[in-house]
């Protein structure tokens, strides 16, 4: 039997390997809770959660230039 630490290392990196499927939806429910349960309780998981959702969140947010049918030129 792993030893406390060791296993919550195991868990963390566990977590931090699945964080991307997690905000892309693409967990089962039972595995999505059990991630979020660990960041809940884990403070270097729940950063690492807290600000791949913020820069998740600025990426959507992000609009990309207006196509033009006219060729730029350069000032």
Do not use: F, Y
């Amino acid at each position: 039997m792993l030893n406390p630490i060791k296993r919550h290392r195991e868990h963390c990196r566990d977590t931090r390997a699945q964080m991307s499927e997690l905000l892309d939806d693409e967990l089962d429910g039972r595995t999505a809770a059990k991630l979020e349960r660990h960041a809940r309780w884990c403070p270097d998981c729940r950063h690492m959660l807290a600000n791949l959702r913020r820069t998740v969140a600025a990426l959507h947010a992000l609009e990309s230039p207006p196509a033009s049918d006219e060729p730029r030129t350069a000032p």
